[in-house]
């Protein structure tokens, strides 16, 4: 076959197309820090960082669960620990209430005392994360109680004692909430009952006797029933406190497993391309050299 100076223009164009095609593509590299820059330079590289960044994604929006779920449980487990403060102050004024040297003045600011406290508790009943209660169920958008002297919301049936669950990771689910309609109305009964018994001049031996304090040294029977109720939920609240931080290391580590899986999936070995790159710098000068003795010498040559 004869080789003709067109034939041997052309191959030499075409190579030096691919040449400068493989040094552009060495510099995208350098300059993106990544090994493609659009799916069709590697599909398969392409589909896995897909996926890596699928898993970063979920991993994030675990993370921002997890930070929505340790405010819920911090609020109600300081909630619980406003409400086992004020059920120890109940107590000092029972007793208070329970000895015969007070007068029934003095019981009555004990009763508005106690008056005060039951309000309170209410307000803590009714406490809020943002605009959600967190003590009622998934009724979040309701209060437990209507006002600081009216009853139950009566709305809060079923739908108040039901969990609250958000995803912490792929297929586990975490509860969040406490329903407390249940303490709250212990309480309220508790405190009711007192109230009464204070209003209606009742004696500090009548006091004892009928909220069995008399008959159990400092024991108060319902109100120590009620108080070991609030620290058994705290102490559930304390638990899920721990699972969410385990949760979160667990998260933390599998961030960095796939964040490090997907650098060595895309980032740019400087090192290697750097060297490759002169590598073919290399050619493609060797090439142009050697191209421009092929091509034969044109009558400009001549009439320089």
Request: aromatic content about 4%; charged content about 25%.
């Amino acid at each position: 076959m004869r080789v003709t100076q067109s034939m041997l223009s052309s191959n030499m164009l075409r190579n030096l197309n691919t040449s400068y095609s493989k040094m552009s593509k060495y510099q995208d590299m350098l300059t993106s820090g990544k090994v493609i820059t659009r799916p069709s330079d590697d599909p398969v590289v392409a589909v896995k960082g897909m996926g890596y960044r699928i898993d970063l994604d979920k991993n994030q929006q675990y993370q921002r669960n997890l930070r929505e779920a340790n405010t819920w449980l911090d609020t109600t487990d300081e909630a619980f620990d406003q409400v086992g403060e004020a059920l120890k102050r109940i107590k000092e004024l029972i007793v208070q209430a329970a000895n015969d040297t007070n007068t029934d003045d003095d019981r009555q600011k004990i009763n508005a005392e106690m008056q005060q406290i039951k309000e309170q508790l209410r307000d803590i009943a009714n406490t809020k994360v943002g605009e959600n209660y967190i003590f009622t169920g998934t009724h979040t958008n309701q209060p437990l109680y209507t006002d600081k002297t009216g009853p139950q919301n009566p709305a809060i049936t079923t739908g108040g004692k039901k969990p609250i669950e958000i995803n912490v990771f792929d297929g586990i689910s975490m509860n969040i909430n406490t329903p407390g309609a249940d303490l709250f109305n212990d309480i309220d009964e508790f405190m009711k009952h007192v109230t009464t018994l204070l209003e209606s001049g009742a004696t500090g031996e009548q006091i004892g006797d009928e909220l069995g304090l008399k008959a159990s040294g400092n024991a108060i029977p319902g109100l120590d029933s009620i108080y070991e109720s609030t620290l058994t939920l705290r102490a559930d609240v304390g638990a899920r406190q721990n699972r969410v931080e385990m949760m979160g290391n667990r998260l933390s580590l599998q961030e960095i497993n796939v964040t490090k899986q997907l650098s060595a999936n895309e980032d740019t070995d400087y090192a290697k391309t750097i060297t490759e790159m002169i590598t073919q710098d290399s050619i493609h000068q060797a090439a142009l050299s050697v191209g421009a003795k092929i091509i034969q010498q044109t009558l400009v040559d001549f009439i320089r």
